[in-house]
């Protein structure tokens, strides 16, 4: 296949290598693989799942002074050096990201920026670690009765860790979790409404990456034998960071191609310039930041997504097939009261968004919101899904109250949404957006998911998604990028997605815009057909033919408030309604 062609290129170089290259070329190639495992934890961190960091090179700092030190003053072994270093470097990532991710915009890199700083003139001013005159005289490492001693030996050792690495970071992206971590840059709140547990996940991701990175650390520790604070500063934190980008963030094959570039860059640079102006001294710099910013110019997401678009092809797309089907819960018995709106107000500073809001929903049937543009229609869906908390009032779902619930929580219980304006990974699949409604019902972390150790519930999950996929109409267009979609197609990618969580109640807000009159026939006879298996229906629409022809019952508001509740016959004759939707005067 065309796409594998670059990864398969690279790998075949990586072997030969040590046949064909110089000593020199062989150091060279060591330093590519070791910053290619930090931009490899940044392609996860920032490219994969949005969050920024420059303090990287810190955590590279830790790895390498935690072995020196116990190399050095206590005698212990390097692979306890290495168990020591990952310890440290986890605890330091997760105190970090516990008081550090809670930052956004542009606070979250500024915290990292500080924090690699800080760590930097630790490294340099405390006496036990040499100040900067650094640690000196640490031992080799040894494997089954190998000393790997020499550059060359190390090449094999470094290169091997980069490759499990990546092998490791596919099947982290290919998996359940892997697609929650896609989630994180930009659309947390749609993952939050399925299960997703977004805070959890973004230290999760944080620890990795800084452990990829400490790997690295203790790695060049026992390659150059020394360590010194120069090579852990902040220079070398967006040096990492600039691999990562120019690479390509979203590719994990970026963190090579990024590495490679920008070391031997450097080097090039380095040699030659000397002998183009005649004179030593730091043009090096000046030239290399005017070339990265022609390579960001012209390959704005980095080198791999142009190699992608040379070598275009890639893996055999199959329709998914699951062995067994996902459990399903039980359905409320008909007419069983599911939930329960009590007097809730929702006030933004001086705005009532929505004020003293009653109503209740009988389970197995199909219920219409409406009300003008600012009726407080959308917000009634946040504060029954978790994602705005209520200013008074309560809110029951089957008895028991949510009001005060998380979206996770939420979803847990049943409730599932589609959103006013579609929120799309789209970039990604249908089947792939599809399959994260059911990400509560599939299990497995980061370990079982990084060795691939949960592929049978990757199925059942995908066979979940190619199914609802096929009950929306969507069917012919599992493998198509969401974006590319048509409007109305991505608002039913959304309903299928939220049939996917298997839920007793779905909130549907306006699924109707944007289709055309056939496509609305078919949405329609899909929500009665739903209707008849269980699923009550909340539905949010401004399309009044499509709705009343639908719902069995209408609600209508009017600024934040509750102004009338019946058949859809009665709706369309009240005054109060005709005044709201068309003036006193007609």
Same mark, same amino acid.
């Given at each position: 296949?065309?796409?594998?062609?670059?990864?398969?290129?690279?790998?075949?170089?990586? *072997?030969?290598?040590?046949?064909?290259?110089?000593?020199?070329?062989?150091?060279?190639?060591?330093?590519? %693989?070791?910053?290619?495992?930090?931009?490899?934890?940044?392609?996860?961190?920032?490219?994969?799942?949005?969050?920024?960091?420059?303090?990287?090179? /810190?955590? #590279?700092?830790?790895?390498?002074?935690?072995?020196?030190?116990?190399?050095? @003053?206590?005698?212990?072994?390097?692979?306890?050096?290495? /168990?020591?270093?990952?310890?440290?470097?986890? !605890?330091?990532?997760?105190?970090?990201?516990?008081?550090?991710?809670?930052?956004?915009?542009?606070?979250?890199?500024?915290? !990292?920026?500080?924090?690699?700083?800080?760590?930097?003139?630790?490294?340099?001013?405390?006496?036990?670690?040499?100040?900067?005159? %650094?640690?000196?005289?640490?031992?080799?490492?040894?494997?089954?009765?190998?000393?790997?001693?020499?550059?060359?030996?190390?090449?094999?050792?470094?290169?091997?860790?980069?490759?499990? +690495?990546?092998?490791?970071?596919?099947?982290?992206?290919?998996?359940?979790?892997?697609?929650?971590?896609?989630?994180?840059?930009?659309?947390?709140?749609?993952?939050?409404?399925?299960?997703?547990?977004?805070?959890?996940?973004? $230290?999760?991701?944080?620890?990795?990456?800084?452990?990829?990175?400490?790997?690295?650390?203790?790695?060049?520790?026992?390659?150059?034998?020394?360590?010194?604070?120069?090579?852990?500063?902040?220079?070398?934190? $967006?040096?990492?960071?600039?691999?990562?980008?120019?690479?390509?963030?979203?590719?994990?094959?970026?963190?090579?191609?990024?590495?490679?570039?920008?070391?031997?860059?450097?080097?090039?640079?380095?040699?030659?310039? &000397?002998?183009? =102006?005649?004179?030593?001294?730091?043009?090096?710099?000046?030239?290399?930041?005017?070339? #990265?910013?022609?390579?960001?110019?012209?390959?704005?997401?980095?080198?791999?997504?142009? =190699?992608?678009?040379?070598?275009?092809?890639?893996?055999?797309?199959?329709?998914?097939?699951?062995?067994?089907?996902?459990?399903?819960?039980?359905?409320?018995?008909?007419?069983? !009261?599911?939930?329960?709106?009590?007097?809730?107000?929702?006030?933004?500073?001086?705005?009532? +968004?929505?004020?003293?809001?009653?109503?209740?929903?009988? *389970?197995?049937?199909?219920?219409?919101?409406?009300?003008?543009?600012?009726?407080?229609?959308?917000?009634?869906?946040?504060?029954?899904?978790?994602?705005?908390?209520?200013?008074?009032?309560?809110?029951?779902?089957?008895?028991?109250?949510?009001?005060?619930?998380?979206?996770?929580? $939420? +979803?847990?219980?049943?409730?599932?949404?589609?959103?006013?304006? &579609?929120?799309?990974?789209?970039?990604?699949?249908?089947?792939?957006?599809?399959?994260?409604?059911?990400?509560?019902?599939?299990?497995?972390?980061?370990?079982?998911?990084?060795?691939?150790?949960?592929?049978?519930?990757?199925?059942?999950? @995908?066979?979940?998604?190619?199914?609802?996929?096929?009950?929306?109409?969507?069917?012919?267009? =599992?493998?198509?990028?969401?974006?590319?979609?048509?409007?109305?197609?991505?608002?039913?990618?959304?309903?299928?997605?939220?049939?996917?969580?298997?839920?007793?109640?779905?909130?549907?807000?306006?699924?109707?815009?944007?289709?055309?009159?056939?496509?609305?026939?078919?949405?329609? +006879?899909?929500?009665?057909?739903?209707?008849?298996?269980?699923?009550?229906?909340?539905?949010?629409?401004?399309?009044?033919?499509?709705?009343?022809?639908?719902?069995?019952?209408?609600?209508?508001?009017?600024?934040?408030?509750?102004?009338?509740?019946?058949? &859809?016959?009665?709706?369309?004759?009240?005054?109060?309604?005709?005044?709201?939707?068309?003036?006193?005067?007609?």
């Amino acid at each position: 296949m065309k796409a594998r062609l670059p990864p398969t290129i690279a790998i075949a170089t990586i *072997a030969a290598a040590p046949l064909l290259l110089s000593d020199y070329y062989i150091i060279l190639m060591n330093y590519i %693989g070791l910053a290619s495992l930090v931009a490899l934890g940044l392609v996860l961190l920032t490219g994969v799942a949005g969050l920024t960091s420059f303090g990287q090179a /810190a955590f #590279v700092g830790l790895g390498a002074y935690a072995t020196a030190v116990v190399t050095t @003053r206590y005698g212990w072994s390097p692979w306890l050096g290495l /168990a020591v270093g990952l310890a440290l470097t986890a !605890t330091a990532a997760l105190l970090l990201g516990f008081i550090m991710l809670r930052l956004s915009d542009q606070y979250l890199p500024l915290g !990292t920026i500080a924090w690699g700083i800080s760590i930097y003139f630790a490294f340099g001013n405390l006496v036990f670690l040499g100040e900067h005159s %650094g640690i000196p005289g640490i031992p080799p490492i040894s494997l089954f009765g190998w000393i790997i001693d020499t550059g060359w030996r190390l090449y094999f050792v470094i290169w091997l860790a980069v490759l499990l +690495a990546l092998l490791a970071a596919r099947n982290l992206l290919d998996s359940r979790i892997g697609r929650a971590i896609r989630t994180l840059n930009g659309h947390a709140r749609m993952a939050e409404s399925f299960g997703v547990d977004t805070g959890r996940l973004k $230290i999760i991701v944080f620890v990795y990456s800084a452990l990829l990175a400490s790997l690295a650390g203790w790695l060049y520790a026992h390659f150059l034998r020394y360590v010194s604070p120069s090579p852990f500063g902040i220079n070398a934190g $967006i040096d990492y960071l600039f691999m990562a980008v120019i690479g390509g963030s979203g590719h994990i094959w970026g963190a090579v191609a990024g590495a490679s570039i920008l070391t031997l860059l450097k080097e090039w640079l380095k040699d030659v310039l &000397p002998h183009l =102006l005649g004179h030593n001294g730091n043009y090096e710099i000046i030239v290399f930041g005017l070339l #990265v910013v022609f390579l960001l110019h012209r390959t704005s997401g980095g080198l791999m997504p142009f =190699l992608v678009r040379m070598f275009p092809g890639g893996q055999r797309l199959v329709r998914p097939t699951a062995a067994a089907l996902l459990p399903q819960r039980p359905q409320p018995a008909r007419d069983e !009261t599911l939930l329960v709106i009590d007097r809730v107000s929702k006030s933004f500073g001086a705005v009532d +968004a929505v004020s003293e809001l009653s109503f209740e929903l009988k *389970a197995g049937g199909i219920v219409g919101l409406i009300g003008p543009n600012g009726a407080g229609k959308s917000t009634v869906f946040n504060l029954a899904t978790g994602l705005l908390p209520v200013t008074a009032g309560s809110i029951l779902f089957r008895g028991q109250r949510i009001e005060r619930l998380g979206s996770r929580e $939420i +979803a847990e219980l049943g409730i599932a949404r589609t959103f006013q304006h &579609p929120n799309l990974l789209a970039d990604r699949s249908a089947l792939e957006n599809a399959a994260i409604g059911a990400h509560l019902r599939g299990e497995g972390g980061l370990i079982a998911a990084s060795l691939r150790l949960e592929r049978a519930v990757e199925a059942r999950l @995908r066979g979940e998604a190619a199914q609802q996929l096929d009950r929306v109409g969507l069917g012919a267009n =599992l493998h198509d990028a969401a974006g590319s979609l048509p409007l109305g197609s991505q608002r039913l990618l959304e309903i299928a997605r939220a049939l996917c969580a298997d839920p007793l109640l779905l909130l549907l807000d306006e699924p109707a815009a944007g289709l055309r009159h056939l496509e609305k026939q078919a949405l329609a +006879a899909l929500l009665r057909d739903l209707r008849d298996d269980g699923v009550s229906i909340l539905l949010v629409e401004h399309d009044m033919n499509f709705l009343m022809g639908l719902a069995d019952r209408v609600l209508v508001m009017e600024f934040g408030r509750l102004i009338a509740d019946g058949s &859809p016959h009665a709706i369309q004759s009240d005054p109060a309604v005709l005044e709201a939707y068309l003036g006193v005067a007609a």
